[in-house]
């Protein structure tokens, strides 16, 4: 038998390679897997929940509010759960809007027309089918890589040299980049891996769509992210600089939205599908119409000026199909089953002709629309936040470059389990695993020192530029940031020091950085439902916002680390001010906050002794840095940090990184005390 030649070694060695990562990433799943049903347990949610009745509230952005009776229990069920909705014998997945534990009463919203009576429903609120789907699409990569790209793979995850070098952009979209975005974009375009390390304000997203735009001119872009927020808004500033050309014939497609607001209906995925149809494809808008006069279907409830509100044909056809089945009316669920399969093929058709395809990471594991699409590049966006199973499954399916754009100082990955391959696994970001940042794919924090702070990448390291030029943050708040975060490294574009400079010059004026202590009030904690609450906080934040909303001010936001403050922040304002709250205010956590940013940003910190706070101390919780950071770094003239300055100095270390924070604020701003009645403005003292 002849030896194999070294391209054919090379081959068998990729394969074998991605097979030992992919099961390593299996396990880590598993381990996921096992915690969050754990979890669902604790909070009484590991079983489906019956309810007592259903019905149709109305429309709600671009889905359908749908509202239950579920009978009573203590089960933990919070905004922004994910929930599959059972009713009539069809599916929908939804999303939690509220849920009144006293009286029992849920609101959820799903795209999905599933009728004006759900009684019978059943709710589910376990979300490890995602993670087994997603397990599924990654042993099939496994059993059958000649149908994908190993070395992409490979080559993300840092297990294959990448080939490094650059190339100038050749759109007039890309010539308004400033010098440190094309610096990144021409890296971008003559390399196979490329990083971009991009903090607060540098731009992200700008260079995102441009690269998209760029990449499409070699064959068909993936466009990759793990929320929809990220998606959206490179979605956005595509369809605001693409020649219309592109978005006319359909060129760049959104699959899936934001229940919360409507999509752009030029590259939106559902409108692309009504035009097509509209136009006769596959004769489904004739048969659609058929069957709405044969079963004489009204518009739905809340619906605007007699019209359905979904532009999707999979809705229009999904509602038909639900009213056939309840009248039991066999020959219509017949047809519109096939309805439905020729809409799928036609949406399969809208993909196939797509240049630039942008979706969540969930998304792609489980569309069948989206199975069988390849790719020529892969632009991943927020890259610190995208687990790496998900990467690993996004670059499967592409043939060249894979491209990974984020900042490694926000948020990680959301994770449940502390088992060693979850945390060696979905703990760790692409960065880190790389080997830019810390111990070379070791998910190290720190480079091996928990006390040293995260190890930034090098200035010359070849695989990762960086994005220095930030236009959020006036000069006193990046300076905060950039000297805690990012090694004294950002700096201010010219825009910032002609916005500083337009800031009335009247006196008092309020310092860029304030702390806001609450030491003389003697706050307590309470534990409420596994979180923390401080009542003495939030009095003085009510107070501050309403200080600040009659100097003028209306964007602002307030963010918080205990779910428990964040609701009793947001009741107490609202009570509190009424018609007088500032219009664009926002109260959060911090998690949620990632990727926003407010004129004044407000954090409360919460904790106060005698008890002690394991959540913002780093020794404790890994992920308090980054947690800090993206709260800062939301603001563009005014942050205020409330804390409890003599208390946290009891508790934490000396050296804990709040304390140290603390205290730089207080000399380069201004500390001011919580018992003034003027608080906006205050004094130092």
Same mark, same amino acid.
């Given at each position: 038998?002849?030896?194999?030649?070294?391209?054919?070694?090379?081959?068998?060695?990729?394969?074998?390679?991605?097979?030992?990562?992919?099961? &390593?990433?299996?396990?880590?799943?598993?381990?996921?897997?096992?915690?969050?049903?754990?979890?669902?347990?604790?909070?009484?949610?590991?079983?489906?929940?019956?309810?007592?009745?259903?019905?149709?509230?109305?429309?709600?952005?671009?889905?359908?509010?749908?509202?239950?009776?579920?009978?009573?229990?203590?089960?933990?069920?919070?905004?922004? &759960?994910?929930?599959?909705?059972?009713?009539?014998?069809?599916?929908?997945?939804?999303?939690?809007?509220?849920?009144?534990?006293?009286?029992?009463?849920?609101?959820?919203?799903?795209?999905?027309?599933?009728?004006?009576?759900?009684?019978?429903?059943?709710?589910?609120?376990?979300?490890?089918?995602?993670?087994?789907?997603?397990?599924?699409?990654?042993?099939?990569?496994?059993?059958?890589?000649?149908?994908?790209?190993?070395?992409?793979?490979?080559?993300?995850?840092?297990?294959?040299?990448?080939?490094?070098?650059?190339?100038?952009?050749?759109?007039?979209?890309?010539?308004?980049?400033? +010098?440190?975005?094309?610096?990144?974009?021409?890296?971008?375009?003559?390399?196979?891996?490329?990083?971009?390390?991009?903090?607060?304000?540098?731009?992200?997203?700008?260079?995102?769509?441009?690269?998209?735009?760029?990449?499409?001119?070699?064959?068909?872009?993936?466009?990759?992210?793990?929320?929809?927020?990220?998606?959206?808004?490179?979605?956005?500033?595509?369809?605001?600089?693409?020649?219309?050309?592109?978005?006319?014939?359909?060129?760049?497609?959104?699959?899936?939205?934001?229940?919360?607001?409507?999509?752009?209906?030029?590259?939106?995925?559902?409108?692309?599908?009504?035009?097509?149809?509209?136009?006769?494809?596959?004769?489904?808008?004739?048969?659609?119409?058929?069957?709405?006069?044969?079963?004489?279907?009204?518009?739905?409830?809340?619906?605007?000026?007699?019209?359905?509100?979904?532009?999707?044909?999979?809705?229009?056809?999904?509602?038909?199909?639900?009213?056939?089945?309840?009248?039991?009316?066999?020959?219509?669920?017949?047809?519109?089953?096939?309805?439905?399969?020729?809409?799928?093929?036609?949406?399969?058709?809208?993909?196939?002709?797509?240049?630039?395809?942008?979706?969540?990471?969930?998304?792609?594991?489980?569309?069948?629309?989206?199975?069988?699409?390849?790719?020529?590049?892969?632009?991943?966006? +927020?890259?610190?936040?995208?687990?790496?199973?998900?990467?690993?499954?996004?670059?499967?399916?592409?043939?060249?470059?894979?491209?990974?754009?984020?900042?490694?100082?926000?948020?990680?990955?959301?994770?449940?389990?502390?088992?060693?391959?979850?945390?060696?696994?979905?703990?760790?970001?692409?960065?880190?695993?790389?080997?830019?940042?810390?111990?070379?794919?070791?998910?190290?924090?720190?480079?091996?020192?928990?006390?040293?702070?995260?190890?930034?990448?090098?200035?010359?390291?070849?695989?990762?530029?960086?994005?220095?030029?930030?236009?959020?943050?006036?000069?006193?708040?990046?300076?905060?940031?950039? +000297?805690?975060?990012?090694?004294?490294?950002?700096?201010?574009?010219?825009?910032?020091?002609?916005?500083?400079?337009?800031?009335?010059?009247?006196?008092?004026?309020?310092?860029?950085?304030?702390?806001?202590?609450?030491?003389?009030?003697?706050?307590?904690?309470?534990?409420?439902?596994?979180?923390?609450?401080?009542?003495?906080?939030?009095?003085?934040?009510?107070?501050?916002?309403?200080?600040?909303?009659?100097?003028?001010?209306?964007?602002?936001?307030?963010?918080?680390?205990?779910?428990?403050?964040?609701?009793?922040?947001?009741?107490?304002?609202?009570?509190?001010?009424?018609?007088?709250?500032?219009?664009?205010?926002?109260?959060?956590?911090?998690?949620?906050?990632?990727?926003?940013?407010?004129?004044?940003?407000?954090?409360?910190?919460?904790?106060?002794?005698?008890?002690?706070?394991?959540?913002?101390?780093?020794?404790?919780?890994?992920?308090?840095?980054?947690?800090?950071?993206?709260?800062?770094?939301?603001?563009?003239?005014?942050?205020?940090?409330?804390?409890?300055?003599?208390?946290?100095?009891?508790?934490?270390?000396?050296?804990?990184?709040?304390?140290?924070?603390?205290?730089?604020?207080?000399?380069?701003?201004?500390?001011?005390?919580?018992?003034?009645?003027?608080?906006?403005?205050?004094?130092?003292?």
């Amino acid at each position: 038998m002849q030896a194999p030649d070294s391209h054919e070694g090379s081959h068998e060695g990729s394969r074998e390679s991605l097979w030992i990562l992919l099961a &390593d990433l299996r396990v880590a799943i598993d381990e996921e897997i096992e915690a969050v049903t754990a979890d669902l347990a604790r909070r009484r949610l590991d079983r489906p929940i019956p309810a007592l009745s259903g019905r149709l509230r109305g429309e709600a952005g671009t889905g359908y509010r749908y509202a239950f009776q579920i009978a009573g229990g203590t089960y933990d069920i919070r905004a922004d &759960d994910r929930v599959r909705i059972h009713a009539g014998g069809r599916e929908a997945l939804g999303v939690v809007h509220r849920f009144d534990r006293t009286l029992g009463l849920l609101q959820a919203v799903s795209p999905d027309w599933l009728g004006e009576r759900l009684d019978g429903a059943e709710l589910e609120f376990d979300p490890t089918w995602l993670l087994r789907e997603l397990s599924t699409r990654l042993a099939e990569v496994g059993q059958d890589p000649e149908e994908y790209f190993p070395d992409t793979v490979l080559g993300a995850f840092g297990r294959l040299p990448p080939r490094l070098g650059r190339e100038s952009p050749r759109l007039d979209s890309s010539a308004d980049l400033n +010098e440190p975005q094309l610096d990144a974009l021409e890296r971008v375009l003559g390399s196979s891996a490329q990083l971009v390390w991009g903090p607060p304000g540098t731009g992200k997203s700008r260079l995102v769509a441009r690269a998209a735009l760029e990449l499409a001119l070699r064959g068909r872009v993936l466009v990759a992210a793990t929320t929809n927020g990220a998606v959206d808004e490179i979605a956005r500033r595509l369809a605001s600089i693409a020649d219309p050309a592109l978005l006319d014939r359909d060129r760049i497609i959104r699959v899936g939205f934001d229940l919360g607001a409507a999509p752009d209906t030029r590259i939106d995925l559902g409108a692309a599908l009504a035009r097509r149809i509209d136009g006769g494809a596959g004769g489904v808008d004739r048969t659609l119409a058929e069957h709405e006069e044969q079963l004489g279907a009204r518009p739905p409830a809340g619906s605007r000026e007699g019209r359905p509100p979904a532009l999707n044909p999979y809705a229009r056809a999904g509602r038909l199909l639900s009213l056939a089945r309840s009248r039991g009316n066999a020959e219509s669920a017949r047809a519109l089953g096939r309805v439905m399969l020729e809409i799928a093929r036609q949406a399969e058709a809208v993909l196939e002709e797509a240049d630039i395809v942008l979706t969540t990471f969930a998304r792609l594991s489980i569309r069948e629309e989206l199975r069988e699409l390849r790719f020529e590049s892969l632009l991943i966006d +927020e890259a610190s936040t995208a687990p790496l199973p998900y990467v690993a499954l996004a670059a499967s399916r592409v043939a060249g470059p894979a491209i990974a754009v984020g900042d490694f100082q926000q948020l990680p990955p959301v994770v449940s389990s502390t088992a060693p391959a979850a945390a060696r696994w979905l703990r760790t970001d692409l960065f880190r695993e790389a080997g830019v940042v810390g111990g070379a794919g070791a998910g190290d924090e720190a480079g091996g020192d928990p006390e040293a702070g995260t190890a930034l990448p090098s200035p010359n390291d070849g695989l990762c530029a960086m994005l220095d030029l930030q236009y959020r943050m006036v000069p006193d708040i990046r300076e905060l940031v950039s +000297e805690f975060f990012y090694g004294g490294r950002l700096r201010d574009a010219p825009e910032i020091a002609a916005r500083a400079a337009e800031i009335p010059a009247r006196a008092p004026q309020p310092a860029p950085l304030s702390v806001l202590d609450t030491s003389g009030l003697d706050p307590r904690v309470e534990r409420v439902d596994g979180s923390r609450r401080n009542r003495a906080h939030a009095e003085t934040v009510a107070d501050f916002v309403g200080a600040a909303a009659r100097d003028g001010i209306d964007d602002i936001a307030v963010v918080s680390p205990y779910r428990a403050q964040t609701r009793h922040l947001n009741d107490l304002i609202r009570r509190r001010l009424g018609r007088a709250a500032p219009a664009n205010l926002e109260v959060s956590t911090i998690h949620r906050f990632q990727g926003r940013e407010k004129r004044l940003v407000i954090i409360d910190t919460v904790d106060a002794p005698p008890g002690r706070s394991w959540f913002l101390d780093e020794r404790r919780n890994r992920d308090f840095p980054r947690l800090l950071n993206v709260a800062l770094s939301r603001a563009r003239d005014r942050l205020v940090i409330v804390a409890t300055i003599t208390g946290l100095r009891r508790t934490l270390p000396r050296e804990a990184l709040l304390n140290r924070l603390l205290s730089h604020v207080e000399q380069s701003g201004s500390r001011l005390d919580a018992t003034p009645t003027d608080l906006w403005h205050g004094a130092s003292r």
